[in-house]
T-cell receptor, first 115, second 113 residues
Framework: DAGVIQSPRHEVTEMGQEVTLRCKPISGHDYLFWYRQTMMRGLELLIY????????DSGMPEDRFSAKMPNASFSTLKIQPSEPRDSAVYFC?????????????FGPGTRLLVL | GENVEQHPSTLSVQEGDSAVIKCTYSDSASNYFPWYKQELGKRPQLIID?????GEKKDQRIAVTLNKTAKHFSLHITETQPEDSAVYFC????????????FGGGTRLMVKP
C-alpha cells in the first residue's frame, strides 16, 4: 500500500484565493482525519470522518473552512477565502475500526503559505 | 473532552543518556495511548503504543509505562542516539470516541553527540 497520499505537497497562494487540499486514505480504512500543525498551536484536529460521514467538525476554525468526503478513497479540505493566518502544514490521517487497528497513519502533509 | 498535557516541551541530552517524556490525561475512560515521532519536515509516525490493560511495553530502546490510577504515561528512550532527535507527541483516545486522538503539545528532543 502506498500509504496516505496528499496533494499538493506545497501550496503558495495569495490572500483571498480559494485553496483545496486533497487526501487519499489507506485502502480499507474507515476513518479519515484532517489536522493542522503550526508552531504556536501544535497539532490540531480539524475534522474527522467515519465511513465518509463527518463525525466531529468542532475543530474547524470558521466558516471559511469546509471538508468533504464523497467516497471512501478521497477527501478534500477547502479554504475560501484564504488568509495569511491559515499558513500551516495540513495533515491527513486514516485508521481502521477496532481494538488493535486504531493506529492513525499520517500523510506527508501539505505545506500552505498564504501571502 | 479529553485534555493531554506533555512535559517537558524541550529536552536536551547527551548521546548515550536516557530521555524521559511524561504525559497526563484527564479522561479516565481513555484506553489507548500512542506515541508519535516527528522529524523535521516529516510526518508524525507511530513509534510505540500502549493500551489500558497493560502497564508497560518495550520495543528495543524505547519503552512506555502507564499508570491508570494517576492518569499518566511516559516514554523512555535509553542509549539515545543523534537520530533520536525529533519532536515526540503523546496522545490518548477512547474506543467509543471513534478513534479520535487528543495530542499533547509535543517535546523537542535534542541528542548532542
Amino acid at each position: 500500500d502506498a500509504g496516505v497520499i496528499q496533494s499538493p505537497r506545497h501550496e503558495v497562494t495569495e490572500m483571498g484565493q480559494e485553496v483545496t487540499l486533497r487526501c487519499k486514505p489507506i485502502s480499507g480504512h474507515d476513518y479519515l482525519f484532517w489536522y493542522r500543525q503550526t508552531m504556536m498551536r501544535g497539532l490540531e484536529l480539524l475534522i474527522y470522518f467515519n465511513n465518509n460521514v463527518p463525525i466531529d467538525d468542532s475543530g474547524m476554525p470558521e466558516d471559511r473552512f469546509s471538508a468533504k468526503m464523497p467516497n471512501a478513497s478521497f477527501s478534500t479540505l477547502k479554504i475560501q477565502p484564504s488568509e495569511p493566518r491559515d499558513s500551516a502544514v495540513y495533515f491527513c490521517a486514516s485508521s481502521s475500526l477496532g481494538t488493535g487497528q486504531e493506529t492513525q497513519y499520517f500523510g506527508p502533509g501539505t505545506r500552505l503559505l498564504v501571502l | 473532552g479529553e485534555n493531554v498535557e506533555q512535559h517537558p516541551s524541550t529536552l536536551s541530552v547527551q548521546e548515550g543518556d536516557s530521555a524521559v517524556i511524561k504525559c497526563t490525561y484527564s479522561d479516565s475512560a481513555s484506553n489507548y495511548f500512542p506515541w508519535y515521532k516527528q522529524e523535521l519536515g516529516k510526518r508524525p509516525q507511530l513509534i510505540i503504543d500502549i493500551r489500558s490493560n497493560v502497564g508497560e511495553k518495550k520495543d528495543q530502546r524505547i519503552a512506555v509505562t502507564l499508570n491508570k490510577t494517576a492518569k499518566h504515561f511516559s516514554l523512555h528512550i535509553t542509549e539515545t542516539q543523534p537520530e533520536d532527535s525529533a519532536v515526540y507527541f503523546c496522545a490518548a483516545s477512547r474506543n467509543n470516541a471513534g478513534n479520535m486522538l487528543t495530542f499533547g503539545g509535543g517535546t523537542r528532543l535534542m541528542v548532542k553527540p
